[in-house]
């Protein structure tokens, strides 16, 4: 199975709000959540929280940290992001870039990276927005 087929490269990403970031996540990892069993009679907001596919998310993560972790670009935006939550875990980096604020541009440096490793470079649009944003 590709990357592909198991993170959505071609998704556009246009959340506005807590609860359509969170079908995003599902969508770009191709969350299966049919076997969440959760509780009909709590709120729709934490009903819509706990259906997460930790084990999807966390192997796919995995696999997008070893792709892109010994590019030089991809370490700076790792080392960045890490420092936000006083770290120098370059995975921790990589679970802030794909929080709410940066999720989007994360998302493109990736796919552009992943279709076309070769002419990734610091002249990436989507590289240089998350680069100014995250600083």
Known sequence: MTI?????????????????????????????????????TIDNETRDELMYDENTVNLVMNELFY????FPLFQELYDIAAAKMISTDKTIGQAVLFSYDYLALFHKCLACFIK??????????????????IV
Do not use: H
Request: proline residues 2%; negative net charge; hydrophobic residues 30%.
């Open 67 to 70: 792709m892109t972790a010994q």
């Open 4 to 40: 592909g087929e198991r993170y959505n490269l071609d998704l556009e990403i246009t959340y506005k709000n807590n609860e359509e970031y969170r079908t995003t996540l599902r969508q770009l990892f191709f969350m299966d959540v049919s076997n969440c069993k959760i509780d009909e």
């Open 116 to 133: 076309s490793p070769d002419t990734f470079d610091e002249n990436n649009e989507y590289y240089v927005a998350l680069l100014k944003k």
